[in-house]
């Protein structure tokens, strides 16, 4: 079966496999406390160019978003976010068991614009009952989105903007984050995003990892006694080892960007064989989840072979289905797909 | 430095490392539909002797509790442990983050006993105003305790009647499960547990894995939509198959109780060590946890060459000191330990 | 000042204040276990028409909504409403504290429609993903809505229809139900409302009552434990006499559907003043809520004379200004307000 | 029946009913900002001697420990009390409800001794692994206790020394104030509790009210968007008045004070109609509530003709039972009950 249908398919990069196998007899002190947390922090440090970005590692996404909106918002505060944003659409509720509302906007190609934001947040206090509705806390986005597009630097400039403006932080998960600095088509860096948010993750789980998310706080504001907030919630790992190691080789000798590049050749090879057949895309996606409309029967023949995401119908006869690739797609992959469709 | 502070030191077992090596590029659907969470859970149930156990794989400690708890109580109900119980002392509130109480009650070497329990539930419903109190919806004991401490089957057996009388489930935390199984002063074996308790877990955290814990539901108990309840506490792998090669390794070949026993015969041998230098014990544990009074001086020699753990003050002079051993304690550990004592 | 902002301006009706005398000194047990609501649940089963209703007294609608929420819906399931619903506008996040997401719909009128549910429920479960989202576990309206429209008994049944469909209960939020119930314009009875919902409750604080709600559950379905629940919520009273002897009243001498007609008949002649004067509505309402658009300089004048609230800019030189009347409008109060509009 | 079983078994003192049906038709606006409550909280800051003290009315005791708790605690803080405190006794776990532990410390007479807290809190911080633990955020106390006892000058200027030293707000519960504060034996007035507390309330609901505690913030300490808080948990009364008048008639003409001091007087008359007929009592109490030993057949009796509470079992042949006076006992209750023992 073909790697398809999303980008947790396969294991780990090998080189973190084999890190594993260096460090594993090396005692260390658990939750966090280790070496390879302590020089994987020093390395995303440098490549944020943020030498003050405090760093967390945490195992997934969800947990990711639950553990930084727990201990970011007031109780009284709720989270802005797109109406097709994960934490709204696909984390079962989640965030609303940390006591917290999804304040959900309308997006545009799953992003959410600045000005959707600035008007929400002007009609809110301009609301002589604001005191009984949930207080803007902060405003969450991803990036890539769910749909595999993309903020460009103006965009996080004006989101970044109106939430300097309204006092709130600007939240950004990153789950696919490396395909997205390394689309062809991105004007933002790293760098960018560590100004430009108050508070991100890296993600590893869909970028090389087996597991884990490196939450960056960037303005000096994790909260305090965070580890124990990070306990509450069930998310502090005794091993930290485990991420640290990973994150450290991800972040040595430029692995995370040459990995996430290599998805998104891989993803535009991807893009060109389906074209090139004449297939219509759902959306024009620059990173690696490609959104390709297909024929039911084709689609039925090619699901004994292949995994790939149904997305959504598109008319009677036709399905959305969702192609991604990861730092793990081979050239063969995408040479046999093209000989399925 | 020697690696004595914890179980959780250094990294995974090298067959699981090679495991990853050899499954890595494989791919498999995510969030535990992989064939190695299948296969592993075959295997547990084997070991278990319980064929229709259900089995979900978790990240840690904490988070298991958290989920199992949440799942299987009502929101009016709590959760009987002991004082000593890590939910009720070592768990920053997890369970409470939940909006479940601990109903802590006195423990005796770490372990409930179930004429306590009695007691408590019969005081319950006895008490004309129990409507405004909190229900006790399950007990929770750890085997082996937080102490190092186990119960023996008739232990067991008597806390599942109270709990069967009562019709709540008894719940194991089984973090250092391995440790207590291959205690040389035990007579449970994970059959009983399986068939006493109505829901456990297996550690692998402390037991050879990076991270995981199996939890099992024996009596065809695991609440509905059990996956979507994971999910909402943040404790869901995007790549299950992490939690899969691991379990399957060690539930393969015996391997996770030969490196159990393998930590108790070391645990056994820096006993001797202690002992025949004539030192005191805090408490008489048969499991991989030791607790050493020591003068407060040689302490401090120590501690600069070895990971060992404070646990409490013993007088003004002396301090009980909590030395474990693991799957991956040598020999060659114990006889450096030696030298330094 | 006339008062004309909202439904609960003014004290109790004045039979309720004559009841609280004479009853005052009667010792009587607490928490709801007094002889007054024990007679006030016979009366309100009885004009319900259901004489199985279970029923149990709150101090207000948010606490009611949050009580009945938490205790019906399963940890992840959510509560299916309309984006202008109380629970998902008005209520500073009441739901989420409870861990429940508010699965807010599209509107028309304030009113959620059954098409709009079904479509979303039949959405939902076609969804591969679904164990990835929140479960739609009952499904909330308010009678009148928040706009003061009114559903149609078909429409009701539609509702009900469907959640029979999906098994999960209807939950009609009555704080102003007495008015929605005689209105001139509806066909719908209290029997029918409790024919069709599984729970809903007759609001009393904006309708006669210095406070308090009647929670009726109609198909046996008060969980277990139900008075735990509702003091786990802070929102048991110790002197249970405080909403029995108001409740008592109201549904003595159908004292509840007299004072609410007066209402609509107020209403009605607020209306006729308004139009006799040439002023648009922003809204067709039969109930004790009216919409207005007035003149901004217009409405200045009358804020200084008269409580009104302020809904929404309805253009640069116009404002929505919403009137209530309440069983306390006088036709004196009604005389008044044509003097000054 | 005979009313000894609580303090509200009765309704409200009648200058409150009176006052209801004074300011009856008077508009006003809701939430609290209607003008009785606004005299109320001028007369009970002057009655405290505490003019910057920012009030709050609530309707009941469990939901003001919530809100306060909630609103005041960090979400890793719990709060020390006694075992035998209200909130982790008897609130059906309404405290955790909102995600917060009780901290239960061993208690004397109900009890919690400033030794005993200092104690706590410097074990905690020297606890090398505090970091995993519940953080201790705020000491509770109440006044008169569960068991009718009082709290010194001494005692609470103690207390109120060790949460400066720790920098945490010492909560007292006041749910029976008045009874406490009008004690023959008390050294302890309602200025020393605003000077010594950060947070207190003053019990309305079992000291003449129909419902209502104020709560008191002591040092400018009110959280911001406190309304909000309140109403997120299902606790802002729309008709704020209902409030207001009950608390500006009890603190006009020292009338809180003098009903206290009338129950005080009915309770020391109880003491010696049962010490007249050599009854033992269960412990010294010197507020409203009076616990003695009856012998079983007697208490059997009794119970046909008065209500009171059964508090635990003293031996096989006595049971402590519970008489509490309030407000509204009259010398001939007294009397009758003289009478029946």
Redesign the interface.
């Known amino acids: 079966?073909?790697?398809f249908?999303?980008d947790?398919?396969?294991?780990?990069h090998?080189k973190i496999?084999e890190r594993?196998?260096e460090?594993?007899?090396?005692?260390?002190?658990?939750y966090g406390e280790d070496e390879y947390c302590a020089s994987a922090k020093e390395k995303i440090r440098a490549a944020c160019g943020c030498p003050e970005a405090q760093i967390f590692f945490l195992?997934?996404?969800?947990?990711s978003?639950?553990?930084v909106i727990?201990?970011l918002c007031?109780?009284?505060e709720?989270v802005i976010c797109a109406l097709t944003g994960h934490i709204n659409?696909?984390?079962?509720?989640?965030i609303?068991?940390?006591?917290?509302?999804?304040l959900?906007l309308p997006q545009k190609e799953g992003k959410l614009e600045a000005q959707t934001v600035r008007k929400y947040l002007t009609a809110f206090y301009a609301d002589?009952?604001c005191?009984?509705?949930?207080?803007p806390g902060m405003v969450y986005i991803s990036h890539p989105t769910e749909y595999g597009t993309l903020y460009s630097k103006a965009e996080l400039t004006a989101l970044s903007e109106v939430c300097k403006e309204y006092d709130i932080p600007l939240f950004m998960d990153g789950a696919r984050l490396g395909y997205g600095l390394m689309s062809r088509q991105t004007d933002v860096t790293l760098e960018d995003v560590a100004r430009l948010c108050d508070v991100f993750y890296i993600g590893g789980?869909?970028v090389g990892a087996?597991?884990g998310e490196a939450v960056v706080f960037t303005k000096n504001n994790m909260p305090p006694?965070f580890?124990?907030?990070v306990?509450?919630?069930?998310?502090?790992?005794?091993?930290g080892?485990?991420l640290g190691v990973q994150f450290d080789t991800l972040f040595t000798d430029n692995l995370y960007f040459d990995i996430s590049r290599h998805a998104i050749d891989m993803a535009e090879k991807l893009k060109e064989i389906f074209a090139a057949k004449g297939y219509k895309f759902f959306m024009d996606s620059h990173t690696n989840q490609q959104f390709v409309v297909l024929e039911n029967e084709k689609l039925e023949i090619l699901q004994k072979q292949a995994?790939c995401s149904?997305w959504e119908p598109w008319d009677e006869h036709h399905t959305v289905v969702r192609f991604c690739t990861s730092w793990?797609t081979t050239p063969q992959d995408i040479e046999a797909l093209d000989a399925l469709i």
């Open positions: 079966m073909l790697p249908s999303c947790y398919m396969q294991g780990a090998p496999l594993f196998v460090t594993n007899l090396v005692p260390q002190p658990g195992n997934g996404g969800t947990q978003n639950k553990v727990d201990s007031r109780s009284y709720g659409a696909h984390e079962s509720g989640a609303e068991a940390t006591g917290r509302k999804c959900a002589g009952t005191e009984h509705m949930v207080f789980t869909k087996l597991c006694h580890l124990t907030l306990k509450r919630q069930g998310a502090l790992s005794a091993k080892r485990l995994y149904i793990a």
